[in-house]
C-alpha cells in the first residue's frame, strides 16, 4: 500500500502521518526566501503545493492537484515514470517501447500518435524536453528515477496561463529536496526485486548534504545506479534473452547560498542517462490481438535496437524578498539527446525489394532498420514576480523565453545478403529552431474571508524555422530547403472560489490551452509521388476547460474528500497522416472530453483506507472520411473508468513503527488508436486489475526496511503500443503490430539508511 498522497488525495492529509484536521496548516508567505520553499511540503497534516507558482495548501488551489511522495514510490520498487502514474486515475503513459520512450496522457487529451506533448515536465521551475514534433517531443519523455526527489505534483486539466504551451491536459512536475544549510547529513540506500520471466533487478543510491557555511551555504550531492533486467526475447536472426535490459545511473549536484535572510541562490548540475538493448515490444496481430512470434514477449528482430537517452541540465535561480512581494530569476540551459535503432519487419522489406530495383537498389536486403538521433539544445529565462499574499488582493506577473534548437540525423538503411555490407537508402539532417516568448499574470481578489476571484492571461508569441538536406535513392527531394513561420496565441484562466469554514473550499475554473503549430517538409516520395493534402505548415490546436469541484474535510479531519467534474472542448487537433512513402501533419476536426473525478481518505484508528476513481469520455465531435476516423470515436488512451483502492495498518512491532497494506489499480479497456486509420490503428487494450502489498518497518535511528509485491496475481495483458506511422501502417495491411506488455509478477526490498 502506499501513502495517502500516492493515492490521489486532494492533500489534504500527509503522508505517514495521522492527520489533523484540514485548514490547521498554515502556509509561508510568497515572499519567504527560497530556502524556506525547499523545506518539507507538508506542514500541519496539509500538503504545501507550488502549482500556482507560489507555496500554499493544496486545498486552497482551485483546481485537481495530486501530490505523491517520492518515499512512498520508492517504498513500493517504481523506477519509472509508468510505475509512478499508474496509481493516478486519470493519467496514462503511453509507451512507445520502454524507460524514456512514450507520451503522458492527461483527462484523455490525446490523439494517439502525438505531434507534439499535451502534459508538460517540469523539474523544479524548468521545463524538460523539446516543445515540438521535429524534437519527437511526443515520443521520448524525461523519465526521471527517483534522485534525491521530494515530491512529485499532477496539476489536472489545462496550465497555459502559467506554463505556456504544451500543457493541455496537464503538468506533472518533479520537485527536488534542496540543500539544507542548518547540518549535514546523508542516506543510502539499495533495492532488490525479481520480476518473473525476467530476472534480478536492483538499485544503489547515495545523497550527501554539506553544509559550507552554517546557515548561509550548503551542497548537496546524490548518485544513483539502476539495472531493469530485460523481459522480452528477440527471436529471428538476432536472438536475444532479455533483449530490453536497462541501466539507468545519474547524479545531481545542488549548491544553495542564502547570503541574507532576503536573498538566496541555487545552482543545480543534473545528468542523467538511460541506455536500453532494445525495445520493450512483443509482435502482436492487429486482428486477432493475439502474439504472432511465438510468445507474448517475442520480438521478430533481423537488427538490434539499441536506446539511449541522456539528459544534462544546468539552472540558477535567484530569489529576493522585497518584503511586499518575491523576486524570482530562474536561468536553464539543457542538452537532452535520444539515439534510437528499430527495425522495420520482413514485409517492409519484401516490398522495398519489390520496387527497389527501379530506384537502383539492390533486392539482395536481408534486414532494413532506421537509425535516428534527436539532440535538443534548449535554453530558458523566467523572471517572475510574487506578491505577498495579501487581505484583498494577490498577484503575480512574469516574464518568459525559451529558446529550443534540434538536430536529428536519420538514417533508412540496409544490411545486406552476402556478401556482407550497408545500403544506405535515405539520410537526411534536419535542423528545427523554435523560439517563444511570453508575458503573463494573475490576480486574486479576496472578495470576503469567503469569496475570492482570479483571473489570468499569458500572450505567447513563438518564430519557427525548419531546414533539411537528404540524399539517397529512395529520397522524396534529394537537396535541401528552408522554412519559416510566426505564430501567436494567448491563454486565459478565471476562478470563483467559496470557502464557507477553513475546512471546506468549492470552486469553478474556465481555462484555455494549446499547443503551437509548426512546419512540416514539403517533400514528395520518390516511389509514390506527392500527397495532395499535404501543407508546409500546420495550426495550432487549443482546448477550453471547464471545471467544477470540492475539498473538504469531515469527522474532525478522519475522512477527506475531493471531487470534480469538467468538461474540456478540444478543436483542430492535430493529427499524423500516413500514406505510401509521406507522414504528414493535418489540423482535422474537433473533441469533447467530459469527466468526473474523485479522492477520498479515511482513517479510522491505525487504519488508512483510501480511493481515486475517475471517468473520462473522451471522444471525436465530427468524421473525418479522409482518415476514416468515425464521429463519436473514442479517443486514444481514454479509459472510460479507472480507480485505485489501498487499505493500510499502521501497528508497533518491537517498539518500532511498522505497517502492512494493499493497493488495487482498476481500469476499464482503452484503445490505442482509431478504429479504421490506417496511420494510428486501434489495438484494442483490455480492462484490467492490479493487486499489489507492501509491508516495512522503521527502525530506532530512521533506517527502513520495506518489501513489496507488485502484480501479485501475476496478471499479463497488453498496455501499449509503438508510436510508429509506418510500423502502424504496416500493422493495419497485415504486419506485425507492436505492443508492450504489463510488467509480470516482482517481489522485491528497499532498504534506505539515513545518518549524520
Known amino acids: 500500500m502506499i501513502g495517502a498522497s500516492l493515492c490521489c488525495i486532494p492533500a489534504l492529509v500527509a503522508a505517514q502521518s495521522i492527520p489533523e484536521p484540514a485548514g490547521t496548516g498554515t502556509a509561508p508567505p510568497a515572499s519567504d526566501s527560497r530556502a524556506a520553499d525547499a523545506k518539507q511540503a507538508t506542514t500541519l497534516g496539509e500538503i504545501i503545493v507550488t502549482a500556482n507558482r507560489r507555496r500554499e495548501p493544496s486545498r486552497e488551489v482551485p483546481m485537481h492537484v495530486d ?19 499508474s496509481y493516478q486515475p486519470g493519467v496514462f503513459f503511453a509507451s512507445s517501447g520502454g524507460a524514456g520512450e512514450g507520451e503522458l496522457v492527461m483527462r484523455g487529451v490525446s490523439t494517439g500518435n502525438q505531434t507534439s506533448p499535451t502534459v508538460s515536465v517540469y523539474i523544479d521551475d524548468v521545463p524538460v524536453g523539446g516543445s515540438t514534433v521535429y524534437a519527437a517531443a511526443a515520443t521520448f519523455v524525461f523519465d526521471a528515477a527517483l534522485m534525491d526527489l521530494d515530491h512529485i505534483e499532477f496539476l489536472y486539466g489545462p496550465q497555459g496561463t502559467l506554463y505556456g504551451a504544451g500543457s493541455m491536459g496537464g503538468l506533472v512536475k518533479y520537485v527536488t529536496n534542496k540543500p539544507d544549510t542548518s547540518g549535514f547529513s546523508g542516506t543510502v540506500g539499495f533495492d532488490v526485486s525479481n520480476t518473473q520471466q525476467a530476472g534480478i533487478n536492483y538499485t544503489e543510491r547515495a545523497t550527501l548534504n554539506i553544509p559550507l557555511v552554517q546557515d548561509k551555504a550548503a551542497v548537496r550531492v546524490s548518485v544513483f545506479d539502476q539495472h531493469t533486467a530485460g523481459l522480452y526475447r528477440a527471436v529471428g536472426e538476432t536472438p536475444s534473452h532479455g533483449d530490453d535490459r536497462t541501466h539507468t545511473r545519474g547524479a545531481r549536484v545542488q549548491l544553495e547560498v542564502d547570503p541574507t535572510d532576503k536573498l538566496s541562490f541555487n545552482i543545480t548540475a543534473m545528468a542523467q542517462q538511460i541506455a536500453a538493448d532494445g525495445l520493450s515490444m512483443a509482435d502482436y496481430s492487429l486482428t486477432t490481438g493475439q502474439p504472432v512470434s511465438g510468445g507474448p514477449y ?109 538536430w536529428e540525423q536519420y538514417a533508412l538503411e540496409g544490411a545486406n545478403l552476402p556478401p556482407p555490407g550497408i545500403t544506405s537508402l535515405l539520410g537526411q539532417r534536419v535542423n528545427a529552431g523554435f523560439r517563444e516568448y511570453a508575458g503573463y499574470g494573475d490576480v486574486t481578489w479576496h472578495i470576503s474571508s469567503k469569496w475570492d476571484l482570479a483571473a489570468g492571461v499569458r500572450a505567447s508569441g513563438n518564430s519557427q524555422h525548419l531546414s533539411n538536406f537528404e540524399d539517397g535513392p529512395v529520397a522524396g527531394s534529394p537537396g535541401g530547403f528552408s522554412e519559416h513561420m510566426i505564430s501567436d496565441d494567448i491563454t486565459k484562466m478565471l476562478t470563483v472560489s467559496y470557502r464557507p469554514d477553513k475546512t471546506r473550499s468549492y470552486y469553478m475554473r474556465a481555462s484555455t490551452g494549446y499547443r503551437p503549430g509548426g512546419l512540416q517538409a514539403p517533400l514528395e516520395s520518390t516511389i509514390f509521388g506527392a500527397n495532395a493534402n499535404a501543407k508546409d505548415t500546420f495550426g495550432s490546436d487549443t482546448l477550453q476547460s471547464y471545471e467544477l469541484g470540492y475539498k473538504g474535510s ?64 473522451a471522444r471525436t465531435l465530427q468524421s473525418n472520411p479522409q482518415l476514416s476516423i468515425a464521429g463519436g470515436a473514442q479517443l ?40 479504421n486509420d490506417s496511420s494510428d490503428p486501434n489495438f484494442k487494450l483490455p480492462g484490467f486489475g492490479l493487486l499489489d502489498f507492501d509491508t516495512g518497518m522503521t527502525f530506532h535511528g530512521g533506517t527502513s526496511v ?17 508510436n510508429d506511422e509506418a510500423i502502424n501502417f504496416l500493422a493495419s495491411v497485415g504486419g506485425p503490430m507492436l505492443v508492450q506488455m504489463s510488467t509480470p509478477r516482482t517481489i522485491g526490498v528497499s532498504v534506505n539508511i539515513p545518518f549524520k
Not at 469538467?566 to 512513402?581: C, P, V
Not at 513489496?708 to 496475481?713: E, G, I, S, T
Open 636 to 675: 486514444p488512451y481514454s479509459a472510460k473508468g479507472a480507480a485505485t483502492f489501498t487499505a493500510k495498518y499502521n501497528f508497533e512491532l518491537a517498539g518500532d513503527a511498522a505497517y502492512a497494506g494493499a493497493n488495487l489499480r482498476l481500469s476499464t479497456r482503452r484503445n490505442a488508436g482509431f478504429d
Open 67 to 85: 501530490t505523491v511522495q517520492a518515499a512512498d514510490l520508492q517504498k513500493i520498487g517504481a523506477r519509472t515514470l509508468s510505475d509512478y502514474v
Open 298 to 406: 517475442n520480438r521478430q528482430l533481423n537488427h538490434r535496437e539499441p536506446f539511449t537517452q541522456t539528459l544534462q541540465l544546468y539552472s540558477f535561480h535567484a530569489g529576493y524578498d522585497f518584503g511586499w512581494a518575491n523576486l524570482d530569476w530562474i536561468s536553464s540551459y539543457q542538452d537532452f539527446v535520444n539515439h534510437s535503432v528499430q527495425d522495420y519487419p520482413d514485409k517492409f522489406l519484401s516490398l522495398l525489394n519489390v520496387v527497389g530495383p527501379s530506384l537502383g537498389v539492390d533486392n539482395s536486403l536481408g534486414s532494413l532498420y532506421v537509425d535516428s538521433a534527436y539532440d535538443v539544445h534548449k535554453t530558458s529565462q523566467e523572471i517572475r514576480l510574487t506578491s505577498r499574499k495579501g487581505e484583498h488582493i494577490d498577484w503575480l506577473a512574469g516574464m518568459w523565453f525559451n529558446r529550443e534548437n534540434v
Open 554 to 617: 469531515h469527522l474532525d479531519g478522519r475522512l477527506n474528500i475531493g471531487i470534480d467534474a469538467y468538461d474540456i472542448e478540444w478543436r483542430n487537433l492535430q493529427l499524423f497522416t500516413y500514406t505510401l512513402g509521406n507522414t504528414i501533419i493535418q489540423n482535422a476536426g474537433d473533441a469533447r472530453i467530459d469527466g468526473l473525478e474523485l479522492q477520498s481518505s479515511y482513517t479510522p484508528g491505525n487504519w488508512l483506507f483510501t480511493a481515486a476513481v475517475a471517468y473520462t469520455d
Open 706 to 722: 520495506d518489501i513489496y509485491l507488485r502484480n501479485a496475481l501475476d496478471r499479463r495483458f497488453p498496455i501499449g503500443t509503438l
